[in-house]
């Protein structure tokens, strides 16, 4: 019953943010956004109906489906880092070198893994989804590093797009980690914990993305007539006399 | 089990990640504001925080032995506590300072197309050990009173004084007439 209610409640709330982002037109504007939400529509509809005509097949579909949307959510990560980052040049090349070798590990993984664990197991299927989901929650930590570093302010639509998606990748994980090594007496809890934990996140950008709300931008009057090394070792320089005063001081 | 926690740890990080997400008040890093804050966080260090006759004041061991052979305990009680409120409040502006000329460098560089990521992440690691290099001093101000660590005052007020004279330099371009440009059209952004 309880499945019910979660399963029927997210795709109620996948379709209205759908709605509203034709209405507002922000799906022109997030791309890769709506393509993940309209993976998971797909992905829902898919899963309910097996759930109806052929119960004993949803298990089954649960992975293929759950996989195809973890690959569609790397969107999402793509979406913040252009919509956020694009502004600020330093910044996003940064990113953009931690994204690229965070995609390497998964693509090298996902070749790799096949012959690893050549018969595909439920509990391998897990790990596999963990590790994956893993990787997802360090590129998320990298990024919001990288913002709070260098001070990069975000609109609401682009918060609630990293909160949302940050909340469900952290309790998928969790739960993932702990249904692998509490085994299937932990099914109950992780069958109910995972389509909640998207639930709330697609509230979170119903609510976000109500309307739009772009990104602060930077103020583009102020140059500094200098180049990036002559920071850099300005920089450098300041911090190594201090770091040398604080050393002798501390052995003396 | 090792496991469980490796990837419980992960979830521990990016959980914190997006607390400070949800209670983030952004700043506006390299704009006017930002590039002001920088000059004023400057001008206070070198004028108002690291100048010596100040600094020898406040870390002064002559007011305390003098307090101590004169003043009753009582006094001399009330004398240490106020001065070790007066240490913790200078070094804590110091650090303030500090951070805010951090800020400036790393408003600046996110715009740049060429930022380099190594040297990047040299300088963050460099700045978070500068601040916790403060931080041990407040602790240790904290714990041992204002005359703990006579010499890790006077190298840190040398030391902030130097990067001042450096962070001067990153400043320069910033004249009194584009100060005072920037500083009207800051105050006009806040007035409407």
């Given at each position: 019953?309880?499945?019910?209610?979660?399963?029927?409640?997210?795709?109620?709330?996948?379709?209205?943010?759908?709605?509203?982002?034709?209405?507002?037109?922000?799906?022109?504007?997030?791309?890769?956004?709506?393509?993940?939400?309209?993976?998971?529509?797909?992905?829902?509809?898919?899963?309910?109906?097996?759930?109806?005509?052929?119960?004993?097949?949803?298990?089954?579909?649960?992975?293929?489906?759950q996989?195809?949307?973890?690959?569609?959510?790397?969107?999402?990560?793509?979406?913040?880092?252009?919509?956020?980052?694009?502004?600020?040049p330093?910044?996003?090349?940064?990113?953009r070198?931690?994204g690229?070798?965070?995609?390497?590990?998964?693509?090298?993984?996902?070749l790799?893994?096949?012959?690893?664990?050549p018969?595909?197991?439920?509990?391998?299927?897990?790990?596999?989804?963990?590790?994956?989901?893993?990787?997802?929650?360090?590129?998320?930590?990298?990024?919001?590093?990288?913002?709070?570093?260098?001070?990069?302010p975000?609109?609401?639509?682009m918060?609630?797009?990293?909160?949302?998606?940050?909340?469900?990748i952290?309790t998928?994980?969790?739960?993932?980690?702990?249904?692998?090594?509490?085994?299937?007496?932990?099914?109950?809890?992780?069958?109910?914990?995972?389509?909640?934990?998207?639930?709330?996140?697609?509230?979170?950008?119903?609510?976000a993305?109500?309307s739009?709300?772009?990104?602060?931008v930077?103020?583009?009057?102020?140059?500094?007539?200098?180049?990036?090394?002559?920071?850099?070792?300005?920089?450098?320089?300041?911090?190594?006399?201090?770091?040398?005063?604080?050393?002798k001081a501390?052995?003396? | 089990?090792?496991?469980?926690?490796?990837f419980?740890?992960?979830?521990?990080?990016?959980?914190?990640?997006?607390?400070?997400?949800?209670?983030?008040?952004p700043?506006?890093e390299?704009?006017?504001?930002?590039?002001?804050?920088?000059?004023?966080?400057?001008?206070?260090?070198?004028?108002?925080?690291?100048p010596?006759?100040?600094?020898?004041?406040?870390?002064a061991?002559?007011?305390?032995?003098f307090?101590?052979?004169e003043?009753?305990?009582?006094?001399?009680?009330?004398?240490?506590?106020?001065?070790?409120?007066?240490?913790?409040?200078?070094?804590?502006?110091?650090?303030?300072?500090?951070?805010?000329?951090?800020r400036?460098?790393?408003?600046?560089?996110?715009?740049?197309?060429?930022?380099?990521?190594r040297?990047?992440?040299?300088?963050?690691?460099?700045?978070?050990?500068?601040?916790?290099?403060?931080?041990?001093?407040?602790?240790?101000?904290y714990?041992?009173?204002?005359?703990?660590?006579?010499?890790?005052?006077?190298?840190?007020?040398?030391?902030?004084?130097?990067a001042?004279?450096?962070?001067?330099?990153?400043?320069?371009?910033?004249n009194?007439?584009?100060?005072g440009?920037?500083?009207?059209g800051?105050?006009?952004q806040?007035?409407?």
């Amino acid at each position: 019953m309880w499945q019910w209610v979660i399963e029927g409640g997210g795709i109620v709330v996948e379709l209205a943010l759908l709605l509203r982002g034709l209405r507002t037109r922000l799906f022109r504007r997030y791309y890769f956004f709506y393509t993940y939400i309209g993976s998971v529509i797909l992905g829902s509809a898919v899963l309910m109906t097996i759930l109806l005509k052929m119960p004993g097949l949803y298990s089954k579909s649960y992975w293929p489906v759950q996989l195809i949307t973890l690959v569609t959510g790397y969107g999402i990560l793509l979406e913040i880092l252009n919509q956020v980052l694009a502004p600020y040049p330093g910044a996003e090349r940064f990113a953009r070198l931690s994204g690229l070798a965070a995609f390497a590990a998964i693509f090298c993984f996902a070749l790799i893994a096949p012959f690893l664990m050549p018969r595909w197991s439920p509990g391998s299927v897990i790990e596999f989804e963990r590790d994956l989901r893993s990787v997802q929650a360090l590129f998320i930590f990298g990024l919001l590093a990288l913002i709070f570093y260098y001070a990069i302010p975000i609109g609401r639509n682009m918060k609630g797009m990293v909160f949302g998606y940050g909340l469900y990748i952290l309790t998928s994980l969790v739960s993932l980690a702990v249904r692998s090594y509490a085994g299937p007496s932990f099914l109950r809890v992780w069958s109910v914990a995972q389509p909640l934990s998207l639930d709330v996140s697609l509230m979170i950008w119903l609510i976000a993305l109500w309307s739009y709300c772009p990104n602060p931008v930077p103020d583009p009057t102020i140059h500094l007539e200098e180049d990036y090394e002559a920071l850099v070792t300005r920089t450098k320089s300041v911090i190594g006399h201090i770091r040398t005063y604080l050393g002798k001081a501390a052995r003396a | 089990m090792i496991q469980l926690i490796f990837f419980l740890s992960i979830g521990a990080l990016l959980f914190a990640s997006l607390f400070f997400l949800a209670r983030r008040n952004p700043r506006p890093e390299g704009s006017s504001g930002a590039l002001i804050e920088a000059r004023q966080a400057l001008v206070a260090l070198q004028a108002g925080l690291l100048p010596v006759e100040l600094v020898q004041r406040i870390f002064a061991n002559e007011d305390w032995e003098f307090v101590r052979s004169e003043a009753p305990a009582k006094v001399r009680e009330l004398f240490m506590e106020e001065r070790k409120k007066v240490a913790l409040l200078w070094v804590e502006q110091v650090r303030t300072q500090i951070r805010s000329l951090r800020r400036f460098h790393s408003g600046s560089a996110r715009s740049y197309a060429r930022l380099n990521p190594r040297l990047e992440m040299e300088l963050a690691l460099s700045f978070a050990w500068l601040m916790s290099a403060c931080r041990l001093l407040q602790v240790v101000v904290y714990i041992g009173g204002p005359y703990a660590a006579p010499r890790l005052v006077g190298a840190m007020a040398n030391a902030a004084s130097r990067a001042c004279k450096i962070s001067e330099q990153s400043l320069a371009f910033l004249n009194a007439a584009q100060l005072g440009l920037l500083s009207s059209g800051s105050t006009g952004q806040a007035a409407s």
